[in-house]
């Protein structure tokens, strides 16, 4: 028996170390798989890891947009001049109220919001701020408390006692005014012109005298490529878990990526394709809205959703029953950019950003800078004759036109708001109705 | 060269490899075995963390499936006389006789409006009244009028009661539609009741287009520690008492034509009703 394993052994032997040998590769194949793979089977993965960025901008914080559109500077010469809200001036009186100290026991109500004589700063703190319940986002600090909602410029002028200044706004309980010191260098530095300042005139017009440019200012026609920005990116990063979201077509050029509960409708724009962040939600029984907490949702919501591109500013733009409406437009050279470029939407209730719309195609590279100069405020105004009437505000900023294919013209453009509501843009070189795509819009 | 012994040289060298790489594949299923905390344990600290927003749960926990899919619905487009002709037990040409307008049918008793397609309204006239048996002193109750509807109703045995709220003189039955075998929160039939009569009904139909592959969801306290989130992330802090919690479904997005029901836990409180995607666990508010 023993006798025949053996020879059996010497005869097969050969034949079973290369057996033994080739389950042995194929078993450390096995386990290397194994362990590269990770543990299948022992853990219950409730869904694939799935990671996507949407990175069309960076981050922004709520102070950052919090800024005013512009603001203007009225010389103890009577000289007035405007700053851009984004000038490094602006951003130095922002910061200086920021650590100034309220002077105890001087804010009361006041017969006049603008200073009767001498010199005085008025920051426009956008819509946005009339209706935030503390003293804008910049004026947050314990100094501020018992100061009541802002409604409208700010006004600043120097008091006779050194390092102190008189901030009168008007409020929705009538016109304040208070003293405020230890303001730094920051504001007393803006009471000078510099060359981020532009020469203003202050336009009588009828019960609201208009701000607007004093002589024929330069001001440049820029050449931008547009970018458009892969929304499938977009669209994966809103869900948590974006194999959940079914694509749905509901309309002729628009898909509803939803799971049920929230989705993103991708839509054609005027200069490229739009999207809409819907998270539908109902209101809360006795919940207030807070104007600051939601503005901070807002921020928080377009930094997630692809975050900001350029420099922005807030602006509350309704408030309704079904929530608040910011719109984030773009300041480009110093200048507010009118239109649909860029332009961002948030709705929000209680804190809740329901939706989201922004026009994903976004300035990306200057091309071509060409200076023109443009209409003055009273050549402006004689050239609209009779047209002006029913008119509440003017503003002068930049308007977009198509020129190439994915390249925007900026054009100098005047925005006259009626009092109907009715919005027209008018170039501020010639006067001319300007009417082009994605300028329909506010 | 001596082929045996590279054999069996190799042979020894795999033979470790092997034992190496098992070792190191056991060691990485030990490192990753989880430790299975006890519900109560998990539902005490859901407890916590919703006290933290000023919320009380005072609602039981209902055992949850552990998968559930995606569903694809459209409107019922069965139509007015469609509708009223099941409602009536009557022929659709019948039916067709009573229709005044697009959207309005007038059929002996009872007037029909579509709200939208799969979407109406039926207010009867007079109101209806069950009629119970002589000297029957016992009450009409929710039972009856749940009979009255799987006799007479549209498609009423896919409908299951949701709620009756209100009182004696005004009082409101609620029931849900159910798809692959679950409530959808969104899809409602409501009965009015007024001194103890019908008067009206008001119900959405949909159609199950398409249902997606099941997959593993989240149970209920998941779900309330993603209500805590969504309550730190929105800075809600007022006051509130979850008082039911259902899993089911929900679309709180629509299209004219088609939609997506997604498996929700759906938290009824006192100030609102919060939906929980259960693939997710992302939170919306909901009217329902």
């Given at each position: 028996?023993?006798?025949?394993?053996?020879?059996?052994?010497?005869?097969?032997?050969?034949?079973?170390?290369?057996?033994?040998?080739?389950?042995?590769?194929?078993?450390?194949?096995?386990?290397?798989?194994?362990?590269?793979?990770?543990?299948?089977?022992?853990?219950?993965?409730?869904?694939?890891?799935?990671?996507?960025?949407?990175?069309?901008?960076?981050?922004?914080?709520?102070?950052?947009?919090?800024?005013p559109s512009s603001m203007l500077l009225w010389t103890a010469n009577n000289e007035l001049y405007r700053f851009s809200g984004d000038s490094?001036t602006v951003?130095?009186?922002?910061?200086?109220?920021?650590?100034?100290?309220?002077?105890?026991?001087?804010?009361?109500?006041?017969?006049s919001v603008s200073p009767l004589s001498g010199a005085y700063l008025q920051l426009n703190l956008n819509d946005?701020?009339?209706?935030?319940?503390?003293?804008?986002?910049?004026?947050?600090?314990?100094?501020?408390?018992?100061?009541?909602?802002?409604?409208g410029p700010l006004f600043?002028?120097?008091?006779?006692?050194?390092?102190?200044?008189?901030?009168?706004?008007q409020?929705?309980?009538?016109?304040?005014?208070?003293?405020?010191?230890?303001?730094?260098?920051?504001?007393?530095?803006a009471f000078t012109p510099n060359a981020q300042s532009t020469p203003y005139a202050t336009v009588p017009f009828g019960t609201t005298p208009l701000d607007l440019p004093y002589d024929q200012i330069e001001m440049p026609i820029l050449?931008?490529?547009?970018?458009?920005?892969?929304?499938?990116?977009?669209?994966?990063?809103?869900?948590?878990?974006?194999?959940?979201?079914?694509?749905?077509?509901?309309?002729?050029?628009?898909?509803?990526?939803?799971?049920?509960?929230?989705?993103?409708?991708?839509?054609?724009?005027?200069?490229?394709?739009?999207?809409?962040?819907?998270?539908?939600?109902?209101?809360?029984?006795?919940?207030?809205?807070?104007?600051?907490?939601?503005?901070?949702?807002?921020?928080?919501?377009?930094?997630?959703?692809?975050?900001?591109?350029?420099?922005?500013f807030?602006a509350?733009?309704?408030?309704?029953?079904?929530?608040?409406?910011?719109?984030?437009d773009e300041i480009v050279s110093g200048w507010p950019l009118f239109g649909?470029?860029?332009?961002?939407?948030?709705?929000?209730?209680?804190?809740?950003?329901?939706?989201?719309?922004?026009?994903?195609?976004?300035?990306?590279?200057?091309?071509?800078?060409q200076r023109v100069r443009v209409l003055s405020g009273s050549q402006l105004l004689s050239l609209l004759g009779s047209r002006t009437r029913g008119i509440v505000s003017i503003r002068l900023g930049f308007g977009a036109?198509?020129?190439?294919?994915?390249?925007?013209?900026l054009d100098p453009i005047y925005r006259l708001q009626y009092r109907s509501g009715r919005v027209q843009y008018l170039s501020a070189q010639t006067g001319a109705s300007f009417v082009e795509?994605?300028m329909?819009?506010p | 060269?001596?082929?045996?012994?590279?054999?069996?040289?190799?042979?020894?060298?795999?033979?470790?490899?092997?034992?190496?790489?098992?070792?190191?594949?056991?060691?990485?299923?030990?490192?990753?075995?989880?430790?299975?905390?006890?519900?109560?344990?998990?539902?005490?600290?859901?407890?916590?963390?919703?006290?933290?927003?000023?919320?009380?749960?005072?609602?039981?926990?209902?055992?949850?499936?552990?998968?559930?899919?995606?569903?694809?619905?459209?409107?019922?487009?069965?139509?007015?006389?469609?509708?009223?002709?099941?409602?009536?037990?009557?022929?659709?040409?019948?039916?067709?006789?009573?229709?005044?307008?697009?959207?309005?049918?007038?059929?002996?008793?009872?007037?029909?409006?579509?709200?939208?397609?799969?979407?109406?309204?039926?207010?009867?006239?007079?109101?209806?009244?069950?009629?119970?048996?002589?000297?029957?002193?016992?009450?009409?109750?929710?039972?009856?009028?749940?009979?009255?509807?799987?006799?007479?109703?549209?498609?009423?045995?896919?409908?299951?009661?949701?709620?009756?709220?209100?009182?004696?003189?005004?009082?409101?039955?609620?029931?849900?539609?159910?798809?692959?075998?679950?409530?959808?929160?969104?899809?409602?039939?409501?009965?009015?009741?007024?001194?103890?009569?019908?008067?009206?009904?008001?119900?959405?139909?949909?159609?199950?287009?398409?249902?997606?592959?099941?997959?593993?969801?989240?149970?209920?306290?998941?779900?309330?520690?993603?209500?805590?989130?969504?309550?730190?992330?929105?800075?809600?802090?007022?006051?509130?008492?979850?008082?039911?919690?259902?899993?089911?479904?929900?679309?709180?997005?629509?299209?004219?034509?088609?939609?997506?029901?997604?498996?929700?836990?759906?938290?009824?409180?006192?100030?609102?009703?919060?939906?929980?995607?259960?693939?997710?666990?992302?939170?919306?508010?909901?009217?329902?």
């Open positions: 028996m023993i006798k025949s394993w053996l020879i059996w052994w010497r005869r097969s032997r050969e034949l079973t170390v290369s057996l033994a040998l080739t389950l042995l590769v194929l078993l450390s194949l096995v386990t290397s798989a194994l362990i590269w793979t990770g543990t299948p089977g022992q853990i219950a993965v409730d869904r694939p890891s799935f990671f996507s960025r949407a990175t069309i901008g960076s981050h922004r914080s709520v102070t950052a947009v919090s800024i490094q951003i130095g009186v922002l910061s200086a109220l920021a650590r100034a100290r309220a002077v105890s026991g001087k804010v009361h109500a006041a017969r946005f701020h009339t209706l935030a319940t503390p003293v804008g986002m910049w004026l947050q600090g314990p100094q501020w408390a018992g100061w009541p909602p802002i409604s600043l002028s120097p008091t006779a006692t050194q390092g102190q200044y008189t901030v009168r706004y409020t929705t309980r009538g016109t304040w005014q208070g003293v405020i010191a230890k303001a730094g260098s920051g504001v007393a530095a050449d931008w490529t547009l970018a458009h920005p892969v929304t499938s990116h977009l669209v994966d990063a809103f869900f948590s878990d974006p194999t959940t979201a079914v694509g749905i077509a509901d309309g002729p050029d628009s898909t509803l990526y939803t799971d049920g509960i929230r989705g993103v409708r991708v839509l054609g724009g005027p200069f490229g394709e739009v999207a809409e962040f819907l998270s539908p939600s109902a209101r809360l029984r006795g919940v207030k809205p807070n104007t600051i907490q939601n503005l901070a949702a807002a921020v928080a919501a377009v930094n997630q959703n692809g975050g900001f591109v350029g420099q922005n807030a509350l733009q309704t408030q309704t029953s079904a929530g608040q409406e910011f719109q984030f649909s470029v860029g332009q961002m939407n948030v709705w929000v209730q209680e804190g809740n950003v329901v939706r989201l719309r922004r026009n994903l195609d976004y300035l990306q590279e200057l091309l071509d800078e036109q198509m020129i190439a294919e994915d390249t925007v013209e795509t994605g329909s819009g | 060269m001596n082929f045996s012994r590279v054999k069996l040289l190799f042979l020894s060298i795999f033979l470790a490899l092997n034992a190496f790489l098992i070792a190191q594949w056991l060691d990485l299923q030990s490192s990753v075995s989880v430790y299975a905390q006890p519900v109560s344990d998990q539902l005490a600290h859901a407890q916590s963390v919703l006290a933290m927003y000023h919320v009380r749960l005072d609602a039981g926990i209902p055992a949850s499936p552990t998968q559930m899919g995606l569903l694809r619905v459209a409107r019922d487009g069965t139509g007015l006389v469609g509708i009223a002709a099941t409602m009536f037990g009557v022929k659709p040409a019948q039916a067709q006789k009573w229709r005044r307008g697009p959207t309005h049918l007038d059929a002996p008793g009872a007037q029909y409006a579509e709200l939208a397609p799969g979407s109406f309204v039926v207010r009867f006239r007079p109101p209806v009244v069950l009629q119970r048996a002589p000297f029957s002193r016992q009450h009409v109750n929710t039972e009856d009028w749940h009979t009255w509807l799987q006799k007479h109703g549209y498609n009423a045995d896919n409908y299951e009661e949701l709620n009756s709220s209100g009182g004696d003189k005004r009082e409101s039955v609620t029931y849900d539609q159910t798809l692959a075998g679950y409530p959808v929160f969104t899809a409602r039939l409501v009965l009015q009741i007024e001194a103890g009569k019908l008067t009206a009904l008001t119900q959405q139909s949909l159609v199950l287009t398409n249902a997606y592959a099941p997959r593993p969801i989240i149970n209920a306290v998941s779900a309330l520690l993603s209500l805590a989130d969504f309550l730190d992330k929105t800075g809600m802090s007022a006051d509130n008492t979850i008082q039911n919690i259902r899993i089911g479904y929900a679309a709180l997005l629509t299209t004219p034509t088609q939609w997506v029901l997604a498996p929700v836990w759906r938290m009824q409180t006192t100030r609102g009703v919060f939906f929980v995607n259960a693939l997710s666990g992302e939170v919306g508010v909901g009217l329902q």
